[in-house]
């Protein structure tokens, strides 16, 4: 009889089920519970509970929302006829963050990657057409992450939208802004080339 | 608008309120409670619930069972007269997980840290005095950590013990000083038990 209590050990379980968290760190995290006020620990689990209940994706962006239409996409001072699409909503908050960005968004939820089976018809690619297709969009920025399975499906998107009366363009790769050239990949380095503007 | 929905931000710092989980993680860990189906989610919130409810301190060792007293106080191939002191309830993992003790615990959760503002009243001390003074306890086997507070607290209790006919020992120094016996590999762990010294 070494182990915990049949509850105890499901919660530890439970934890280290969660991504990048070990069984050390689920037992730390599950004597943390134990040692809460109980208000405390079910708050946590209403917090888990309520998230799923409440949290769908936008009707139209199919961003993370508590209503229907996300904030963004209800706001009538943004401009609808620019979609910038990412692969996660944590790139809506990223690009929000700058404060730069005054269009609607389109989250894929994902990346085509034949290695982990995601196909186009797994991530969020028939909304964009559909949203596209609908009329009043002048504008798709791509800006999934600049890396294989981004760019190919950035590349595939830009070639379903061809039919239709629209931009599609990419963010610029280039030198991080307070990056040091010496530290650049090629890759990198080579795109910033290309990309080069003119003064 | 940068934010996630209320119920998601709600989330995002639940998992952040707890040890060694910062933003990011949190974030991280959010997310992958919403891609969960719903029937996961809900199980993660009834285990929290549930280990709350149900894992509570042994009437006798103090350590945490889902019963009135916990399977190792009930076994009665277990040694009842002697009893080993540990700070937590992974210390008592940690040693069954030897199989060289045979005998009973108690569990103090905690240390006596005037640092940390925690006394001999805020720790189970007073159980464990009062098991030795019903009798039938014939050791006492100090096993807490080997650093500053786990042997100011096993010299306090062996004090406290004096008065009664019961030896007292502790753990030999097999295990590295300044370690924690929650992370002692087994053979360390065997030989402090048959090294064990008498206070």
Same mark, same amino acid.
């Not at 005054?102 to 894929?108: A, P, R, S």
């Given at each position: 009889m070494g182990a915990f209590p049949a509850a105890l050990e499901e919660l530890?379980?439970?934890?280290?089920?969660?991504?990048?968290?070990?069984?050390?760190?689920?037992?730390?995290l599950a004597f943390h519970i134990l040692s809460l006020p109980d208000s405390e620990a079910r708050a946590f689990a209403d917090a888990v509970v309520r998230a799923?209940?409440?949290?769908?994706?936008?009707?139209?962006?199919?961003?993370l929302t508590d209503a229907d239409a996300c904030a963004i996409c209800t706001n009538p001072r943004r401009d609808a006829s620019v979609v910038c699409v990412v692969s996660d909503p944590r790139d809506v908050t990223a690009i929000e963050h700058t404060r730069e960005y005054? *269009?609607?968004?389109? +989250?894929?939820h994902g990346v085509i990657s034949p290695m982990n089976h995601i196909g186009p018809d797994d991530i969020r690619i028939r909304e964009l057409v559909e949203r596209v297709?609908?009329? *009043?969009?002048?504008? +798709?920025?791509?800006?999934?992450?600049?890396?294989?399975?981004?760019?190919?499906?950035?590349?595939?998107i830009s070639r379903l939208l061809k039919p239709f009366e629209v931009k599609v363009t990419r963010l610029a790769y280039g030198i991080p802004v307070g990056g040091s050239l010496e530290?650049?990949?090629?890759?990198t380095l080579m795109r910033a080339l290309e990309g080069r503007l003119e003064f």
């Open positions: 530890i379980d439970q934890f280290a089920s969660l991504p990048g968290i070990g069984y050390k760190s689920a037992q730390r799923r209940d409440r949290i769908h994706c936008c009707r139209i962006c199919q961003n005054n *269009g609607l968004y389109h +989250v894929l297709a609908q009329g *009043g969009i002048q504008e +798709v920025i791509m800006a999934t992450n600049p890396d294989t399975e981004g760019e190919t499906t950035a590349k595939y530290f650049a990949d090629d890759a």
